[in-house]
């Protein structure tokens, strides 16, 4: 997958340092997300999308697909050094040694030595639960369980919760983030503190292919809403992992770095901001 090229407009600065730490990480800016994917569905979709040239794929314990993941890695037959592995740690085992025994589980659902991104699915801060959780992602890096560790939907605060244990810094903040819910204001923070901002969710859920400013711009640049969308995401410098099981769709959704969204198209997309959240009930976990 090419590397995205940016402008060098004074706006596009903290997106093109964005695009350049991901490189320096070996993070692949763009990946599939397999949320709400049966086992079969998960396996067919995750075995089609890496022979298409993915190589990021994105799970989580409490999608209870990771085995189907692992067999749809096997089914590739991808060279493991070439794939980038996510899954997650869900709020049932934060604790030092429930983490540990979790990614263990995980790992072995996954029928891998090792994952590239263990993250805490959510911060579950009762009584400073996330600090515990976040101690056990520690020991699991440490072991070589995980390559890299972080975080998922972690708030400025509880990100310096961590930073204030005085180990790891967070190598990803998973966030929902659209242009229905832009999150400039926490990507800055990310930013300021060498935290990789991910957007999960980045479609919305596919509420943003009904939006006439998304339709006009795919019209004008000969594309799909996806793509118009996923641009915005990749321009910004962000790593993403859009979901879908439609073969075409996954082939067009590689093409985001074929062509580039004018300063302005970025601008009015990012105008589109009303900060609303697909699942507000998600966020009484943390």
Not at 14 to 35: C, E, K, S, Y
Request: one cysteine or more; a negative charge.
């Amino acid at each position: 997958m090419s590397t995205d090229t940016l402008s060098t407009h004074p706006s596009d600065r903290p997106a093109a340092g964005r695009t350049a730490a991901l490189a320096r990480l070996g993070i692949p800016q763009l990946g599939l997300g397999v949320f709400d994917m049966d086992h079969e569905t998960t396996a067919t979709v995750v075995a089609s999308a890496l022979e298409l040239g993915y190589r990021s794929i994105d799970t989580a314990a409490i999608y209870g697909n990771e085995a189907a993941v692992g067999e749809g890695i096997r089914r590739a037959a991808i060279p493991r050094e070439e794939l980038f592995v996510t899954t997650k740690l869900w709020i049932d085992a934060h604790g030092v040694e429930e983490a540990q025994r979790a990614a263990e589980d995980s790992l072995r659902q996954l029928g891998l030595d090792q994952v590239d991104l263990y993250l805490i699915h959510w911060p579950h801060s009762v009584a400073g639960r996330h600090r515990e959780a976040w101690l056990g992602l520690e020991r699991v890096a440490d072991r070589g369980l995980a390559s890299r560790i972080g975080v998922c939907n972690f708030s400025t605060a509880q990100l310096d919760d961590l930073i204030a244990l005085g180990g790891r810094v967070p190598t990803v903040n998973q966030i929902e983030l659209h242009p229905f819910h832009t999150r400039a204001a926490e990507m800055l923070e990310d930013d300021r503190r060498g935290i990789v901002t991910e957007s999960w969710s980045p479609l919305a859920r596919g509420r943003v292919f009904s939006d006439p400013l998304i339709a006009r711009l795919a019209e004008l640049y000969g594309v799909s809403a996806a793509q118009i969308v996923l641009r915005w995401h990749v321009q910004q410098g962000l790593m993403t992992v859009p979901k879908s099981a439609n073969p075409a769709r996954l082939a067009e959704n590689l093409t985001v770095f074929d062509f580039e969204l004018e300063p302005a198209h970025m601008v009015e997309i990012s105008a589109l901001d009303r900060g609303e959240c697909i699942e507000p009930d998600y966020y009484a976990l943390g």
